[in-house]
């Protein structure tokens, strides 16, 4: 705790960053952090937004309140059409963004089978994309992904202008720092670390060197308005503490 603010209250704030300045955009948040921080986002500094209940329905600032109807073929075309901000999970994630969720060994006989490729490729290849990991550690922090599902800018380079158009990966949430891919190389650094952490656990907590300058700054905690919002409007119940405990 800092100052009476969590952790996952933070988190919260830094997810809802990431739709900052995005428009009127479907928000497609993964995790429970993610959709309190969409909400939060709607109902501050970002109200063009348009917020799913993750199957079929469009919902306003109460979850309750349905306000469109969106069929798994409109939701589709939206993907194509690049008019959706997803923050996915990621069970392994590398410095060029490459993400995995499919599998963990050889993807001809893995040690474990997670939820397969979906749709990562299309989304980070038609979409702009952030990540949520709520676990920072070097299990997720891999130097090479066991199986690419949601493509990197290395890859996605590699393939060339189709991959590359709209490839766009803006940035990563965890329950440690802020990170993006603003290098000439287009590899993950710290852009700030959260209220109490150092740069070395971020360092020691990650499988790859991992670009952290000397003035990063902190992450900033949400104000007493936003905090409100998340205390009593959003998550009363205090979801957000099981996934990012203090």
């Known amino acids: 705790m800092t100052g009476g603010v969590s952790r996952a209250e933070t988190c919260v704030v830094a997810c809802a960053e990431a739709w900052r300045g995005d428009g009127e955009i479907l928000a497609a948040p993964m995790g429970v952090v993610p959709r309190i921080g969409a909400r939060l986002a709607r109902l501050t500094f970002a109200p063009g937004l348009l917020l799913t209940d993750g199957e079929a329905m469009l919902i306003g600032d109460d979850p309750e309140v349905v306000e469109g109807w969106l069929p798994y073929r409109r939701h589709l075309a939206l993907v194509s059409g690049g008019k959706r901000h997803v923050m996915m999970g990621a069970s392994q994630l590398d410095r060029h963004g490459n993400q995995n969720i499919s599998c963990v060994g050889d993807w001809k006989r893995p040690r474990r089978q ?17 990540y949520w990991v709520p676990r920072h550690s070097r299990r997720v922090f891999v130097s090479r992904v066991d199986m690419v599902c949601g493509v990197g800018y290395d890859r996605a380079e590699a393939a060339g202008p189709s991959a590359s158009r709209f490839h766009d990966l803006r940035r990563v949430v965890t329950d440690l720092a802020i990170l993006d891919f603003a290098t000439p190389d287009r590899t993950l650094r710290v852009c700030s670390l959260h209220p109490g952490v150092t740069a070395d656990q971020v360092r020691e907590a990650t499988g790859f060197p991992l670009t952290i300058a000397d003035d990063v700054p902190r992450t900033r905690e949400p104000s007493e308005t936003e905090l409100r919002l998340i205390r009593e409007v ?3 119940e205090g979801l957000r503490e099981r996934e990012v405990p203090s």
Do not use: E, M, Q, Y
């Open 114 to 130: 997670l939820l397969g490729v979906r749709g990562a490729p299309v989304n980070t290849l038609n979409n702009p994309t952030s």
């Open 234 to 236: 959003i998550d009363p």
